[in-house]
């Protein structure tokens, strides 16, 4: 393995998300979607359990109430699928926008002190859902902390419903 081939082996470097279940609803959620993908694209972990090393594309998608890691190979030939529920991840998610309006919000006309405090909620709810989202790919997909978090940004992307 050269290393070039080695920089890439449990990498990630492509991601496609269900485009029928994104729904624009504001530039706030655009704009994070697309750092969510950059900063995934520039450094990640991935490596699903059992494949003799990547890089890999990802499909990420939500069908039949289950969060769908489509895993690819760098030709775009299928490796495999992980289904997870997505039972577990809708109270955080549902909290985690909650917050996400109020600092959205308070950029806009609170004191300083008040963004931070709601910042700090923000960021807590995000490390709970990219932790959750770590432990339930345990043994399917090992990932890094800053790939876990960068899945659930994208995670709660496909969440949003007009």
Known sequence: MTA???G??????DIVLDE???VRLNA???HERRVAIFDLLEENYFEPVGSPY???????LIADNRLVFDVRREDDSALGKVMLSLSPF???VKDYFTVCDS?????KHAPPSQIEA???GRRGLHNDGADMLRERLTGKIEIDDLTSRRLFTLICVLHIRA
Do not use: C, S
């Open 4 to 6: 070039q081939e080695q």
């Open 8 to 13: 890439t082996a449990h990498k990630v470097i």
């Open 20 to 22: 029928a279940n994104i």
């Open 28 to 30: 706030d959620i655009d």
């Open 54 to 60: 990547g890089p890999y594309r990802l499909h990420l």
């Open 90 to 92: 809708r109270r955080i």
């Open 103 to 107: 600092y959205f919000d308070a950029i």
């Open 118 to 120: 709601i910042d700090m």
